[in-house]
């Protein structure tokens, strides 16, 4: 049976973490799961954001479920570098997954697309480009000061990101896929991604492929989301990207994430793309879709393909029936989700 | 009188240039206009894309008006390197000014705004950066191909724009400031920025400032585009927040945008934040709208800041008097804005 490790971190994550453990157990009982103290609180406490022993403890699971670490109070970085990026580039998570489905009952903010008219999903590589904490600064808090930061593209990873983003496309309905960058002015890391893109493409005769610049595609997010099937991308973009496709599809309350070492060296990890949420975290009210969502991902990556269906199909049961407007309960959603899984 | 030089440029630029101009003429007899071959067209015929001694004219301009230039068959970097941003570059264009409204007659896009609600204006960083253009690649083609893409941030050019930011803020009604980066993540940039910010905030006790990371404001601003008043950023990220902006206010079509000087050491630059859309040039149906008001920002640049308000008066009496769905002509918009202007 999987093990697997919970990192159910700050703020609201581990109200999220344990309806999204709930609908686990309901759909795959027997998983062993086991917490991990990391995040705000335990660098508080302890100084400590990701003890060797902790990252090699983690390594021997099967997965990692991820609540949402972070806390105004941490200097901006800490956590981000020290745990989340490093977890993703330790574990060589290079496909970032994030799926944004338009449900429908969900009021998003367009006017121009109804429900079920979008179904996306970004492949965001997860190990290079601006992530890989290449810079510096010279000459700090003078007039003179510099400060660099370096996008680093391999052929590797740019060419590895890129094949899983076709071999999803091609499981897919439409098989397509879209490449965006930003050729036209990152002239070197633009022709690296174009030229492993057309490589990539010329082995895929039945996917249908396109192009966009980044700022063109932030723009068509918004005023044509439907056009889009599998979306490849560069970390930064991504990043980007991704909180767009969730912003036009009802927002990050709902939007799930998953960073995936495909061939399996090291455990993949499931995280929603919303953070810790201070300012509600306590009140037994965030919504944990997006956890359990997650999770779903986490099911299907372990090979449970059948029960990460019955979760994903029990968050379209949970969101059809919402009110919109009705406050909602953690737990309540949670309890309505593992009866909706299992029913 | 204000001396202009003209770029029409490829596609749709000279239609909408054309009428920027009808609009100029009308609101300020007696400017005089010199035309320029660059772009697409004159790549393809000689080869060249801005030559020096062309440079050096353009120099002795008070201010550039440029329609759009491109082209699918030039390759992707060479008019954007080699022109545009050569231009932004040698003229120390460091304000790339992007307004934002929300037209009243307008179809948004979003649900939840309504006319009148979106008024506001991205101040983009435009001389550094990740448009720097400071990269390179090794082992080209083969399996161990790097690429790389850095951005340059220097004290010097990050504090100016953020100035001319709060000097702009400072004018408007809400004052209010918003600092957008990855400072997370971008630990080095984004920290100069921010210190940058905090310093030139500290000057400006009469205005309201806040941080937001890059992804965070690109979901801001489909979700709730009304809280922001004037937007500082880096020049990659203003490029995409600028086409979501542009986007959640009724498209490209309408957006218009400065390269500014504002020291004057160099003329400034206006052009549409549109390319040149190949598919529909040469049939006189392109929305001369945003060319027109980049007129206007041309003409607040040089000091004519009641023709530049007519200008944008007879942009909103032409946008409350559209009917959705009803097919434009580029000349009768211009004529009707000359018109409007005037009367
Ligand atoms: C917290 C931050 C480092 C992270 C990122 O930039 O990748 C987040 O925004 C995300 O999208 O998962
Ligand atoms: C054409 C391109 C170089 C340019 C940019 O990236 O700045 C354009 O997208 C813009 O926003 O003006």
Request: contains cysteine; hydrophobic residues 45%; proline residues 6%.
């Amino acid at each position: 049976m999987a093990r697997i490790a919970v990192v159910a971190g700050d703020g609201i994550g581990p109200e999220v973490v344990a309806e999204a453990r709930k609908v686990i157990d309901a759909v795959l009982p027997g998983v062993e799961a086991t917490e991990y103290d990391l995040g705000a609180a335990r660098y508080h406490r302890t100084g400590e954001v990701l003890p060797d022993s902790v990252l090699a403890e983690l390594g021997g699971h099967d997965a990692i479920l991820l609540g949402a670490v972070g806390d105004p109070t941490v200097p901006p970085g800490v956590l981000e570098r020290g745990l989340l990026l490093k977890l993703r580039f330790a574990f060589d998570q290079y496909v970032n997954l994030r799926p944004s489905r338009l449900w429908p009952g969900v009021p998003g903010p367009l006017a121009t697309v109804k429900p079920g008219e979008v179904d996306l999903v970004v492949v965001r590589e997860g190990t290079e480009g601006l992530y890989a904490g290449a810079g510096g600064s010279l000459h700090r808090d003078t007039p003179a000061e510099v400060a660099t930061e370096e996008s680093l593209n391999t052929r590797h990873g740019v060419e590895r990101v890129i094949r899983d983003a076709f071999a999803r496309a091609g499981r897919r309905e439409r098989r397509k896929v879209t490449l965006v960058h930003k050729t036209n002015v990152l002239t070197h890391a633009g022709s690296l991604w174009a030229r492993a893109f057309a490589a990539v493409a010329a082995e895929h005769p039945d996917v249908t492929t396109e192009y966009q610049h980044v700022d063109a595609a932030a723009m068509f997010l918004v005023t044509q989301p439907q056009r889009y099937d599998v979306v490849v991308t560069d970390n930064l973009f991504g990043d980007i990207l991704t909180d767009i496709a969730a912003a036009v599809t009802g927002g990050i309350g709902l939007a799930a994430s998953g960073c995936i070492n495909p061939a399996g060296t090291y455990p993949s990890m499931f995280e929603p793309v919303h953070g810790s949420a201070p300012d509600i975290a306590g009140k037994g009210v965030a919504d944990p879709v997006a956890a359990v969502l997650s999770a779903a991902l986490l099911l299907d990556q372990l090979g449970h393909a059948d029960a990460a269906a019955r979760v994903t199909a029990a968050v379209g049961a949970e969101l059809a029936g919402r009110t919109p407007g009705v406050p909602l309960r953690t737990a309540e959603v949670g309890d309505r989700l593992a009866g909706y899984a299992v029913a």
